[in-house]
Nanobody, 119 residues
Framework: VQLQASGGGLVQAGGSLRLSCIAS????????MAWYRQAPERGRELVAS???????IYGESVKGRFTVSRDNARNSLDLQMNSLKPEDTAVYYC?????WGNGSLDYSWGQGTQLTVSS
């Protein structure tokens, strides 16, 4: 499964931005999709995830500001980010878990998109 993320950029603190990710597959069953981020000299952390049925999990630092959504028909994943803060600056990665035809689970990462929030 290949993931293509887009939507990063430079935004002022307090602003909004929307990230998008599309999983290219016609053979696999896409399960949970998620956004992670990694700031310089920090580990990769979960931003938000959403299951195929729509259940969501958010990282503590983004609760109430970010909203994750997906379109199962298009295997797409979006992240609406509001009230952005300089500490949201990071490379954002989309990730998807998927299932092979034999039932085994696997996962893929997108290439990352840079978000920079200026103060």
């Amino acid at each position: 499964v290949q993931l293509q993320a887009s939507g990063g950029g430079l935004v002022q603190a307090g602003g909004s931005l929307r990230l998008s990710c599309i999983a290219s597959t016609s053979k696999f069953s896409v399960n949970t999709m998620a956004w992670y981020r990694q700031a310089p000299e920090r580990g990769r952390e979960l931003v938000a995830s959403v299951t195929h049925s729509g259940s969501t999990i958010y990282g503590e630092s983004v609760k109430g500001r970010f909203t994750v959504s997906r379109d199962n028909a298009r295997n797409s994943l979006d992240l609406q980010m509001n009230s952005l803060k300089p500490e949201d600056t990071a490379v954002y990665y989309c990730k998807t878990n998927y299932r092979w035809g034999n039932g085994s689970l696997d996962y893929s990462w997108g290439q990352g998109t840079q978000l920079t929030v200026s103060s």
